[in-house]
């Protein structure tokens, strides 16, 4: 089988009526995004059902708030991890979250109080914590402090362990002018969870206006319609040995929105396939494969 699978984000409340529309157009994971009201969600319900309706394909889950600042937002990702097993699900994608009134460095303490729990919490039930990377503002009125290289070398060193890791996509890095497959050559190992997102930086733009002006210079885009070549993405993350689920986060394309959410969607999964490797797997004749020898499979 394939080390990675691509899928897609879904909202975890409409989670079985889209998973039995999208099985059939060979989406292969899927990534349940959930708010603060899981904490009264009857899980042992929600799970039998969402188990039955995914047909053993994997599954992650996200929720996205301020987890330094807000304990009810802790609370629901405890519940979160508590709940993983019962959909045998090993990655829980989350902000770092912030004090905006504090810089990046001096948000460290506050990042260590919160996640260090959180963090033997998830070894215990066999999760992974995966950073998402969206924000800024390193010297202060950032909403979450993982956006950056810097940020992640500070929080990497102030809570280390393997069951916290990165959400990665180029699409972030893209945003602030960086490369994307610089910086994932660097951070591959870190890498617990990947989101199909990718973005176009408007060159002429920026050489013509700068980034200070009142134009628009980047646009987030879906898988195939960005800057991003995918196969470099993948070739990097199966070096490094990531076996996992690209998740397609849609639902930010300026141009494939609306009724033409879904048939970009689906262009992104055959284009996401295709870089990974291919669309259906064939094992082959097993009587030659050439001269590299057993292939090291990815692991968890």
């Not at 899981?38 to 039998?48: H, M, N, S």
């Not at 870089?275 to 050439?290: A, V």
Request: hydrophobic share 40%; net charge negative.
């Amino acid at each position: 089988m394939f080390d990675i699978r691509i899928g897609t984000l879904i909202p975890a409340g409409d989670a079985v009526s889209m998973i039995h529309q999208l099985n059939p157009q060979g989406f292969e994971s899927y990534q349940l995004n959930f708010d603060k009201s899981v904490q009264t969600l009857d899980f042992d319900e929600y799970a039998r059902t969402v188990r039955e309706a995914a047909e053993d394909r994997p599954l992650a889950f996200g929720l996205y708030g301020n987890t330094i600042q807000d304990p009810e937002v802790r609370a629901a990702i405890e519940k979160l991890i508590r709940s993983a097993p019962l959909l045998d699900c090993h990655v829980i994608g989350l902000f770092a979250g912030a004090d905006p009134k504090k810089t990046v460095p001096e948000n460290i303490p506050g990042f260590r109080a919160v996640f260090e729990p959180l963090v033997r919490m998830a070894e215990a039930n066999g999760v992974k914590l995966a950073l998402e990377g969206c924000g800024g503002g390193w010297n202060g009125s950032s909403g979450n402090i993982a956006f950056c290289a810097d940020a992640w070398e500070l929080i990497f060193n102030a809570v280390p362990g393997e069951a916290l890791g990165l959400e990665w996509e180029p699409c972030h890095a893209l945003e602030c002018l960086a490369d994307p497959i610089s910086q994932l050559r660097r951070w591959a190992p870190r890498v617990a969870h990947l989101h199909g997102k990718d973005g176009t930086v408007a060159r002429d733009v920026l050489q013509q206006y700068g980034f200070n002006g009142g134009h628009p210079f980047m646009w987030d885009r879906t898988p195939g319609f960005g800057d991003t070549n995918w196969a470099d993405v993948f070739t990097i993350l199966l070096q490094a040995g990531f076996a996992g689920s690209c998740d397609i986060e849609g639902y930010h394309d300026p141009v494939h929105y609306d009724d033409m959410e879904w048939t970009a969607q689906l262009t992104a999964l055959n284009y996401l396939k295709n870089c990974r490797g291919g669309q259906e797997y064939f094992r082959g004749p097993e009587e030659y494969r050439g001269y590299q020898g057993t292939r090291r499979h990815g692991g968890r």
